[in-house]
């Protein structure tokens, strides 16, 4: 997106889009025209668990997610027990 001029009053901006076509719009409009940068990162596979803790090291502490089925039972409610279930005690 390129400013291709201001009218006389500076009220009204002429832009030129990435299509090739100018469109008039008023100069206190403030946006970014195109697409966002980094598209199609997630289509591709983590493929190792080591890439996916960088990933989350410098995000937050959300990963990995523990069951709380496979807890001792004072660190959950589904906790304990001689089987993995969470059935009812």
Not at 50 to 70: D, E, I, L, Q, T
Request: hydrophobic share 25%.
């Amino acid at each position: 997106c390129m400013v291709v001029g201001h009218s006389d009053d500076g009220k009204k901006t002429r832009i030129r889009l990435p299509s090739g076509s100018r469109k008039t719009v008023p100069s206190t409009c403030r946006a970014v025209v195109g697409i966002a940068a980094g598209g199609g990162r997630m289509d591709k596979p983590v493929l190792k668990a080591g890439n996916n803790f960088h990933k989350y090291r410098v995000k937050r502490n959300c990963w990995p997610k523990v069951r709380g089925s496979a807890m001792n039972p004072v660190e959950h409610p589904h906790g304990g027990g001689n089987h993995q279930h969470v059935g009812h005690p």
